[in-house]
T-cell receptor
């Protein structure tokens, strides 16, 4: 079990730059999720894919954010024109396509916008 | 407005004793509840869950209790071990929304040897 893999682990960028994160889910999991966690808070849902279809999006996912899962395997999360408020831990999770199947999280990508 | 509340930011327990972590929720439509554990620099790890049709679920040292009338759930860890020291998150979802888990802010548990 290789688990959910996220790259990079850390990203420091200047305000206004674009960043892209990658998530590789557990191979047999066809559901993939993106969450964001800021200091002192629990993870907050951003978006969710089943295979390549993006089925849910949070209102937290502003126009500057875009997530893709083109072949139903890995996913990317891009943030355009980053702002300091985007600084957070971005967590990816995956699960089996079963009701109440628990989410398996990766170790996250920590974004710092200076 | 928080829908899932963990009112204790931290909890300290002696090794071998019981740890009780609490969680309150506001929406009676929530039908499935989970507990996740998180170590520093790692993602959350699923611990245990309970459906709203049950009031108790047990897995080894971990038991989750659900009180629907009070909109309250708790996680009991018996006996507590130093390796249990972590941040514990309560999470829930509404019905068919498979992806949108709503998390509390977490409780940091410290188990002292």
């Amino acid at each position: 079990d290789t688990g959910v893999s996220q790259n990079p682990r850390h990203k420091i960028t200047k305000r206004g730059q674009n960043v892209t994160f990658r998530c590789d889910p557990i191979s047999e999991h066809n559901r993939l999720y993106w969450y964001r966690q800021t200091l002192g808070q629990g993870p907050e849902f951003l978006t969710y894919f089943q295979n390549e279809a993006q089925l849910e999006k949070s209102r937290l996912l502003s126009d500057r954010f875009s997530a893709e899962r083109p072949k139903g395997s890995f996913s990317t999360l891009e943030i355009q024109r980053t702002e300091q408020g985007d600084s957070a831990m971005y967590l990816c999770a995956s699960s089996l396509p079963l009701a109440n199947s628990p989410l398996h999280f990766g170790n996250g990508t920590r974004l710092t916008v200076t | 407005d928080q829908q899932v509340k963990q009112n204790s930011p931290s909890l300290s327990v002696q090794e071998g004793r019981i740890s009780i972590l609490n969680c309150d929720y506001t929406n009676s439509m929530f039908d499935y509840f989970l507990w996740y554990k998180k170590y520093p620099a790692e993602g959350p790890t699923f611990l245990i869950s309970i459906s709203s049709i049950k009031d108790k679920n047990e897995d080894g040292r971990f038991t989750v209790f659900l009180n629907k009338s009070a909109k309250h759930l708790s996680l009991h860890i018996v006996p507590s071990q130093p390796g249990d020291s972590a941040v514990y998150f309560c999470a829930t979802r509404i019905g068919r929304s498979q992806g949108n888990l709503i998390f509390g802010k977490g409780t940091k548990l410290s188990v002292k040897p």
